[in-house]
């Protein structure tokens, strides 16, 4: 049973250029979360989908959107990168009716912006 | 509003010694604790959580970690410290079913042959 997979593993984009990260939940999960993690930090919630829908929503902007599809697997989508945008993004999946507290997470997609 | 406070950024400690990682939370209804382990370069392991049942839990590896609404402490413990602990660790709190997770800044654990 394969667990939470993200793709691509590293990812290196200038400022001002937009990116897509890529996240296939466990299967029999149908809720998907988004994390990013500055280095040294612990992650900050970014938004979370459920039936295709963003349930939830942390402290972000607008450039950050994302989507999830009928198969539950789901994108992430940050526009006009910064700085500061350079973080590992983590991928998180449970069940909705089991909650968050059953969530397990993907290896990360480290975004470099240069 | 939700916070958790992780004492220490860095502990280090003797392999076979005590490890003890220091975790506050701020919730004004009862939450939901956990504790996840970072090995480099990875994503976030499931280590233990606390969801209303018993007050000391145990979890992988070794791991547990106590409860105390008093103290509104969720410290995680080892008794005997193990060179492969070595890792990055968080602790995080949620209100329950469907709620986000919001972690601590983390501990890193040093092991020390």
């Known amino acids: 049973d394969a667990g939470v997979t993200q793709s691509p593993t590293h990812l290196i984009k200038t400022r001002g250029q937009q990116v897509t990260l890529r996240c296939s939940p466990k299967s029999g999960h149908d809720t998907v979360s988004w994390y990013q993690q500055a280095l040294g930090q612990g992650p900050q919630f970014i938004f979370q989908y459920y039936e295709e829908e963003e349930r939830q929503r942390g402290n972000f902007p607008d450039r950050f959107s994302g989507h999830q599809f009928p198969n539950y697997s789901s994108e992430l989508n940050v526009n006009a990168l910064l700085l500061g945008d350079s973080a590992l993004y983590l991928c998180?999946?449970?069940?909705?009716?089991?909650?968050?507290?059953?969530?397990?997470f993907g290896p990360g997609t480290r975004l470099t912006v240069l | 509003a939700q916070s958790v406070t992780q004492l220490g950024s860095h502990v280090s400690v003797s392999e076979g010694a005590l490890v003890l990682l220091r975790c506050n939370y701020s919730?004004?209804?009862?939450?939901?604790l956990f504790w996840y382990v970072q090995y480099p370069n990875q994503g976030l392991q499931l280590l233990l959580k606390y969801t209303s049942a018993a007050t000391l839990v145990k979890g992988i590896n070794g791991f547990e970690a106590e409860f105390k609404k008093s103290e509104t402490s969720f410290h995680l413990t080892k008794p005997s410290a193990h060179m492969s602990d070595a890792a990055e660790y968080f602790c995080a709190v949620t209100l329950g079913q469907g709620g986000k997770l919001i972690f601590g800044q983390g501990t890193e654990l040093s092991v020390k042959p």
């Open positions: 998180a999946s449970s069940p909705w009716e089991l909650g968050a507290d059953t969530q397990y």
């Open positions: 919730s004004s209804v009862p939450p939901y």
